[in-house]
């Protein structure tokens, strides 16, 4: 196809596809001994040591706080804060390695351990953190106060004055260094830093629920102007989310949401660019400048607006083949949401299935928990949460060993709660070849892929969409990843895959870019 007729973002993704025929040539050995790190450190600053709040002799530790001190007790708050940023990204375990360096677990996953996120916290002035911007530091459980001044109007305007920056006093900004992931996966890195950027958001969705927040999400802003503001170099690290936090204690929850703006860069000399700069180049190329129109997030569509894919709910609407109910009862979480808690700290992504099947029942819940979250207000999870634009990822199932299910590939209408087949087979040797011979694709029970309309989705929002695709995706990814371990299975993502043969094989349309993989199955 001419490069005219190719927009920025089918450009990046065409480049970065996996093929059997070229993988081998593009792979090179990795040296360990130029590994960036996946922690940010600063010399000058104050550090706000937030580990004292999760002592569990600290009475505002216990979830009895949450409920009996209630909002205005400032200990309640350092451990609403303290828990917040721990669930989302914080540390879960640690392991030796050969090289005798220690490795760390988060309560997020990361495509090959690689951690490229980065949390800063931006703070407009509160009791416990004074006016200035913070870099959450994982490996100790703290915020680091680099800068300390007012920064709260130079937020509103990178974010054109979106009107939930008004109501709050916290945001959470939420950046990928590229090199962590490209050390690894060369020019493919941003999609796996997306997905894993995704994922972060789908905890700090989450975990914000456990301890009254509300994050709105931002995914419109002046890049560079943000960059700018947080003092980051844009060669090295980008801005991928902002997230003003409503405290439900003491604002309003219905805070307008946030929604995705047009942005179409140039395409002229996108083909010229050599490998090993496409990642940054395209993160660049999608920047939207301070001097833009206002977005679109002021005019989110209704429930009802028509969306690229949405005919995919009708094209598998079929009077013939199998069509499965999926609605179940809701996966049980707790009082106070304790075990939503326990199970962000267990979260371990599957290194081997047993090939063991699953139930239809899990399968139906693990569905239910991700896609319906309106089924667990009453538990007191946000029946809407913030996602780019959810209805532009489409979701595929493949059946290899659940109860009472015939094998073969399913689309999962998420507005009828149905799976719908698409193929009848068993695709486990199809799975591990597509999954680039993983045996996380062959021994699965269940294999999830999310696809999106890449053309239709750049047609109505620009290319800054691919990003918002694969945050969305890692955000789904995530409540599946929960879901499972809740209920005692394990689960894995792959970002990894022959993008184009997955197509071919699972009969999955040709237009839907294959934009992400979660493996499902008894833990071996």
Aim: charge should be negative.
């Amino acid at each position: 196809m001419p490069d005219a007729l190719v927009s920025v973002a089918q450009h990046y993704h065409s480049r970065t596809k996996y093929d059997p025929e070229t993988l081998a040539s593009q792979a090179r050995p990795l040296d360990y001994s130029r590994q960036p790190s996946p922690f940010k450190t600063y010399r000058v600053g104050t550090e706000v040591d937030l580990k004292p709040y999760l002592e569990d002799g600290s009475e505002a530790a216990t979830p009895a706080a949450r409920v009996g001190l209630g909002a205005g007790d400032e200990a309640v708050d350092w451990m609403r804060l303290s828990r917040l940023l721990i669930n989302t990204y914080g540390l879960t375990a640690k392991f030796p390695t050969v090289t005798g360096q220690a490795f760390y677990l988060r309560s997020a996953p990361s495509a090959g351990g690689l951690y490229p996120a980065e949390i800063y916290v931006i703070s407009r002035g509160t009791r416990l953190l004074p006016a200035g911007l913070y870099n959450y530091q994982a490996h100790r459980h703290s915020l680091w106060r680099y800068w300390e001044d007012h920064v709260w109007q130079g937020l509103q305007e990178a974010c054109f004055w979106h009107p939930t920056l008004e109501a709050t006093h916290l945001a959470v900004v939420v950046t990928g260094v590229f090199d962590r992931s490209a050390w690894r996966y060369q020019d493919r890195a941003y999609r796996r830093i997306c997905l894993d950027v995704g994922h972060l958001l789908g905890n700090l969705e989450l975990a914000s629920a456990i301890v009254d927040y509300r994050p709105h999400l931002i995914a419109s802003f002046a890049d560079r102007a943000l960059a700018d503001l947080l003092y980051l170099d844009p060669a090295e690290e980008g801005a991928l989310a902002v997230l003003p936090l409503a405290d439900l204690l003491t604002v309003e929850q219905n805070l307008p949401c946030a929604q995705v703006a047009f942005a179409t860069p140039p395409q002229t000399q996108f083909s010229a660019v050599p490998d090993g700069e496409l990642l940054t180049y395209f993160h660049q190329v999608t920047a939207i400048a301070p001097t833009a129109d206002v977005p679109r997030w002021a005019m989110r569509p209704s429930d009802d607006t028509p969306r690229p894919g949405d005919t995919l709910e009708d094209k598998y609407n079929l009077p013939f083949g199998l069509r499965l109910p999926t609605d179940t009862a809701p996966i049980a979480w707790g009082p106070h949401l304790e075990d939503l808690e326990t199970t962000l700290f267990k979260r371990r992504s599957t290194r081997r299935f047993s090939g063991q099947p699953i139930s239809l029942a899990a399968l139906r819940q693990l569905l239910d928990f991700t896609y319906q979250p309106h089924h667990y207000r009453d538990q007191g999870f946000d029946a809407d949460p913030d996602y780019g634009d959810r209805r532009l990822v489409h979701t595929f199932v493949v059946a290899c060993g659940v109860e009472d299910l015939d094998d073969g590939c399913y689309y999962y209408a998420p507005r009828s709660e149905e799976l719908r087949q698409v193929r009848f087979k068993n695709f486990r040797r199809e799975l591990h070849y597509l999954c680039l011979g993983q045996e996380l694709g062959r021994d699965a029970a269940a294999v999830v892929f999310h696809t999106a309309d890449l053309a239709g989705a750049v047609a109505a929002y620009g290319d800054r969409v691919y990003r918002y695709l694969h945050l969305d995706a890692g955000h789904l990814g995530q409540r599946l990843n929960l879901a499972a371990v809740r209920l005692g299975l394990g689960v894995s993502g792959i970002g990894g895959f022959y993008d184009d043969q997955v197509n071919e094989v699972l009969g999955i349309p040709p237009d839907e870019a294959v934009i992400y993989i979660t493996t499902l199955g008894q833990p071996g």
